[in-house]
């Protein structure tokens, strides 16, 4: 990689915009001190102050001397930072219009306004973090439960990378053997010998890349959660359902940030398990939507959700409505869940067991009564069993995701090459690629507009 960074001192608010009580105006750079120097008052003197202290003072205008703001100021001096840059943090306490004035005036003092994850990207410049780590820091940004968080501190951790890098070593250390084979044909078996081992090792290394592609669905689901529609004819309880769903602190508010998607997303947190209910015409609650749009536009709409949530009345029959709407969703992700069993049955359960196949699920939203048992059907269908692994390493990310299936396809083409018995020098070159493409993930062999279109992704300040 060939980059040229320009270490200018950069800042930000990097907190993010709201009513916090304190926010945060980041600085980084090799002047990071000296500028907060010149607008910082205190007792003591930011340039000699040991490195990671924090210190009390006022934020002071220098050409007229006004306060500011009452703030307290970190200094983390490099390389012990997250940008491996002189660092000064400045929690600012006055709100948001007081903390622009705190930036505005180190601004005027010559630092630079960083540009969205721009504190990230020098992280990984300076090689602070790979690439897949400043992923994970836009993760951990969106997490919207705890395991979407769990996992996107683990690939922080280098989880992904460590496991990558291990596989690009015994690419490389393979590649290093066939040529030693090569340049030493002496022996009778030579040929054969390498064949056998590019097709061992690619077996090997093929197969633990398709295991880290199967936990992709789940990373995803957790990154991004699992869109979610509730359908049923009207008075079944849809909305009763989705407020109890939202109720309390299972709602889930988040603003996607650098997005410029203009549904609103609700998420809720059902035992780890994001459910996003998309907010738009005739996903979250379709009344009569076989009748608005007929069946089959509807079966389309509806197979774009990832799970549907199909209530009826238990409490009356059966009507055609509800029978559309069993056929519409065959096959699909679905819970049947029979609402309202608080009340007399009216509802022919014989009749209703030879339209579906599966396990119906009776639920009382007013009496909160089965609601464990859903929820908990809900996590198994995703998580086998609705747990996590803890220290799994899940891939999440659309562009690891990409590269890792490129990869297992270059392995692909090595053992089918060997098997028709092709050249071992053009083996040779589908294994170096899936390095090249393992090389991607972590940054090692990426473009520079690559690089600059992922941290632009990042929220401001980051
Ligand atoms: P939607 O039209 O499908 O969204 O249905 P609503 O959620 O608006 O509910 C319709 C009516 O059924 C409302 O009066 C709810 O209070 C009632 N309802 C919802 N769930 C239950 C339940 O579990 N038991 C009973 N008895 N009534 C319910
Ligand atoms: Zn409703």
Redo the contacts with the bound molecule.
């Keep these: 990689m060939n980059i040229t960074s320009e270490f200018d001192t950069i800042a930000a608010i990097s907190t993010p915009p709201g009513e916090g009580a304190i926010s945060i105006v980041r600085l980084s750079g090799d002047e990071a001190l000296e500028i907060a120097q010149k607008v910082f008052k205190t007792s003591k003197d930011l340039m000699t102050v040991p490195t990671h202290t924090i210190h009390y003072g006022h934020i002071k205008d220098p050409k007229n001397d006004k306060v500011i703001d009452e703030v307290m100021v970190s200094v983390m001096r490099e390389p012990r930072t997250f940008t491996r840059e002189n660092v000064v943090e400045i929690n600012c306490h006055g709100g948001i219009v007081v903390t622009n004035q705190v930036l505005q005036l180190l601004l005027r003092q010559g630092a630079r306004l960083a540009e969205p994850g721009e504190f990230t990207k020098r992280a990984f410049l300076n090689g602070r973090v790979d690439l897949s780590q400043a992923e994970a820091v836009m993760d951990i940004i969106r997490a919207k439960t705890d395991k979407a968080m769990h996992v996107a501190l683990t690939q922080l951790d280098g989880n992904l990378s460590t496991l990558i890098q291990s596989l690009r070593q015994e690419i490389l250390e393979t590649l290093a053997q066939v040529e030693v084979n090569i340049d030493y044909p002496e022996y009778d078996d030579v040929e054969e010998m390498t064949a056998k081992l590019l097709l061992e090792k690619s077996e090997t290394v093929k197969q633990q890349i398709h295991h880290l592609l199967k936990t992709a669905k789940q990373g995803k689901i957790l990154r991004e959660g699992l869109s979610t529609a509730?359908i049923?004819?009207?008075?079944?309880?849809?909305?009763?359902?989705?407020?109890y769903l939202l109720k309390e602190d299972k709602a889930i508010v988040t603003d996607v940030a650098g997005t410029t998607r203009d549904v609103i997303e609700e998420y809720v947190n059902v035992r780890g398990v994001p459910l996003k209910l998309v907010d738009t015409a005739g996903i979250r609650?379709t009344?009569d939507i076989v009748e608005k749009i007929g069946v089959e536009r509807s079966r389309k709409a509806l197979a774009e959700a990832d799970l549907i949530l199909l209530?009826l009345?238990q409490?009356e029959p059966l009507t055609e409505a509800d029978k559309d709407l069993l056929k519409v969703t065959e096959g699909m992700k679905r819970i049947i869940l029979l609402?309202?069993?608080?009340?007399v049955s009216q509802l022919d359960l014989s009749e209703l067991e030879e339209l579906v196949s599966e396990e119906v699920f009776a639920?009382?939203?007013?009496?909160s009564?089965g609601m464990e048992q859903l929820e908990q059907r809900i996590a198994d269908l995703f998580f086998d069993g609705g747990t996590v692994e803890k220290d799994a390493t899940y891939v999440s990310n659309n562009r690891h995701i990409a590269l890792l299936e490129q990869a297992e396809l270059a392995l692909e083409e090595v053992v089918m090459g060997i098997e028709s018995g092709m050249p071992v020098d053009l083996v040779q070159i589908d294994m170096t690629r899936c390095w090249d493409l393992l090389g991607e993930v972590i940054g090692d062999s990426v473009q520079d507009e690559l690089i600059t279109q992922l941290f632009s992704q990042f929220c401001l300040g980051k």
Excluded: A, F, M
């Design positions: 509730i049923g004819r009207p008075n079944v309880g849809k909305s009763s359902l989705l407020n609650e009344e209530v009345n409490s609402n309202k069993t608080d009340l639920i009382s939203v007013h009496k009564q």
